[in-house]
């Protein structure tokens, strides 16, 4: 069916300004910032859950905080296609990275539900929580969950006011002896598709609006400690000196090399800080994070031995100790093949010839659905590949075009499944 | 005269045990914290005063928040012999750094106290805060408000919480528009005495309780500020990074291997913070401290523009701006020839022989101090030279051989004033 290109078009508005609107639900008084089972969390769900109803959805908000929605097709006993990303942020985010895609879903449903009562199929949109892992270091809590991949030992995570996962829980008014109720089992869905910025710069160096992901990356991270020993800044030698940071600083040096002198790995060490840290004390202990990316599970896992050989040089040269804890594992995640065509499919019934294909650098939702149900996702060009910061953009034109995408790749889907 | 060697040795186990008690005062649920202005400041002050009365001295509290006590010699008019050290800790401190001094000059005026009205000068003990300048970055706030070298600028200080130094006045009661009234005019002051533990491992080194210190270590102190751009980790290739962290590691590293280069200087990097601080985001920026100390002014200037050409290289190489704040700047302090020879004088007079001189790396009171009188300095012997740390220690043998030699010091300069 051809859109309608006035309502299309208010569709593509409409989505850039609830961007904005939930833009303003911010635990930081400047900047963007909202992470898992905090008040934001409560108060966006709220509204997410009011859109989705606006178009015919029947919500709830699942036991691991996601904010969902159903329309049945003609058999309630069918299975759904899921649409969806993520509501949550990271710190000083910017305004499209995750949230984009939960509103494109919400206005797929608005410009197909009228005729879903004919579809073989259920269409569920979800909003997930914590795919960032900003607040208690471990990402994709929220769809872990609904793939049934949630991990007891998650219960202990901390955040960094000493919270545990558990407590938080808790607080936010979610039972932790439900969380198994959070999973959806394979026989009840009919696919994942997400739409997403690239959050990177391959589509706008390409002059593309959209394309088709191919693969999500594989990741890992690690919280990593490094302990010296602190004394006097202005009484200690060199000689004397056990200084954590100086060794911290060879380790996120290293990260970068051995990255670099691998193909397709990328490595971060995002957060590095100092105990005591204070002006006048030799750091007795440093503690950073590393995130490695990578197209291939054994590549990220030669780099991470590498780091690991580097780190025992660093520590014994510099008399420090170490440690790392695994804050995460994903492995690569293949996109569906049916889904890959389908959202091809759907690109071109825009006009695009020669859709660009991807793998994706960035890990996303899809990688833990992946496991109960095939996923597909689309990416829209990110001007200059900015992402989490504030920013991060896409142009409403480029939403419109994706959205007609997306719209026509659920209808391609749901005549594939008749 | 002779000192009586039971009360010697009550003295010395006297302030073994106060050093005990003043480390339960602390801002930390483990571990010495106590910065200046703080509720554990005023209790601090509080117990002092008593002991400061206990032997004899009349007490006030200045308009910097000093802790202050006076016992007149037989001419109330005279200028008095001023001892001390200071109460404030960094964080996770040592028991002794500073304490250990204004413990010693309380037992010295108790040893002294009652044939002291016919000195021809006046005896004061004072008790310092902020001479490690753990809460606004900027070091010597009481001894520079005694010293009157208050710098207005200084109102405008903030700490970690973004509380000016105005405010925390204020807040604990003192009166900014007051400040002056610190200051003690040169006329006033008979010199300064400090005795100290040493904050490095020579005196142990060379089997010696006790050194006579020569100068004090000329020091500056920087806030650096690198900024970069923050990106997603995942989605944002090497090419397109401008990392912070990664040109704040290198800047680490450069400074310990520009210091090294240089005779007797020592640099440190305390305290480096990214953000935003994100495992999966590439931080935008990175804040780091530097701390300089040297022998001779022209040495550490000199390694600071060093550090500044090397700073422009890496922001050149990757895409970095820095811009630093000069936290604390202090000239070399050399301590006055008659102080440092009666120094030398009261630690001959415990039996020693070939008395150790040194220069101080780390930085004291007296560097302030210096600016209205002359400064004298004794350094008590600090095991492995271990400080600003819980495993921070003196020996009691060695306080006790340090409280003969401070009071026997006392005793040759009112014989000089005489």
Redesign the interface.
Same mark, same amino acid.
């Given at each position: 069916m051809q859109p309608d290109p006035a309502a299309l078009h208010a569709a593509a508005v409409r989505i850039m300004a609830r961007c904005d609107e939930l833009a303003r639900y911010s635990s930081l008084a400047t900047g963007i910032e909202r992470v898992y089972l905090s008040p934001e969390h409560a108060r966006v769900n709220r509204v997410a859950a009011r859109w989705m109803r606006e178009v015919g959805l029947d919500t709830w908000q699942d036991e691991a905080g996601n904010q969902c929605g159903h329309l049945p097709g003609r058999d309630p006993d069918a299975p759904s296609l899921l649409l969806g990303s993520h509501l949550d942020t990271?710190?000083?985010a910017g305004r499209f990275?995750g949230i984009l895609g939960v509103l494109m879903a919400i206005e797929v449903v608005r410009a197909l539900g009228p005729r879903w009562r004919t579809a073989p199929i259920g269409l569920d949109v979800v909003a997930f929580w914590d795919e960032?892992?900003?607040r208690f270091?471990t990402?994709l809590l929220g769809s872990s969950a609904m793939a049934g991949l949630w991990k007891p030992e998650w219960w202990d995570l901390t955040d960094e006011h000493g919270t545990t996962l558990r407590t938080a829980f808790h607080e936010f008014g979610l039972d932790p002896g439900r969380i198994g109720a959070a999973a959806r089992p394979a026989h009840t869905l009919a696919g994942y598709l997400e739409a997403h910025i690239?959050?990177?710069?391959d589509l706008d160096r390409g002059n593309a609006p959209l394309g088709v992901v191919t693969s999500i990356?594989s990741?890992r991270?690690f919280a990593v400690t490094i302990e010296g020993?602190?004394?006097? $800044? %202005?009484?200690?030698?060199?000689e004397?000196r056990r200084?954590a940071?100086?060794g911290?600083?060879?380790v996120?040096?290293a990260v970068?090399r051995l990255?670099?002198a691998q193909h397709h790995i990328?490595g971060?060490?995002?957060?590095?800080?100092?105990?005591?840290?204070?002006?006048?004390?030799?750091?007795?202990e440093?503690r950073l994070?590393v995130?490695l990316?990578g197209e291939h599970d054994d590549h990220r896992d030669r780099v991470w031995r590498d780091i690991s050989t580097e780190l025992d040089q660093i520590a014994g040269r510099r008399g420090l100790r170490w440690s790392a804890t695994e804050?995460h594992e994903a492995p690569a995640v293949w996109c569906d093949g049916l889904l890959q065509d389908v959202v091809r499919a759907g690109i071109e019934d825009t006009g695009a010839r020669d859709v660009p294909t991807m793998f994706?650098? $960035? %890990?996303h939702d899809a990688m833990a659905i992946g496991a109960v149900t095939g996923v597909g996702m689309l990416f829209l060009r990110?001007p200059d590949?900015?992402?989490?910061?504030p920013a991060e953009s896409v142009s409403l034109a480029d939403v419109e075009t994706g959205l007609t995408a997306l719209t026509a790749t659920v209808e391609h889907l749901a005549r594939e499944a008749a």
């Open positions: 990271v710190r000083d990275d960032e892992g900003a270091g990402a690239e959050q990177g710069p990356a990741a991270r020993e602190a004394r006097h $800044a %202005g009484g200690t030698r060199y004397d200084d940071l100086l911290a600083s060879e996120a040096l970068e990255c670099r990328v971060t060490v995002g957060r590095l800080e100092t105990f005591p840290g204070a002006v006048n004390v030799v750091p007795g440093a994070t995130d990316r804050l994706s650098r $960035a %890990g990110n590949g900015i992402s989490h910061h």
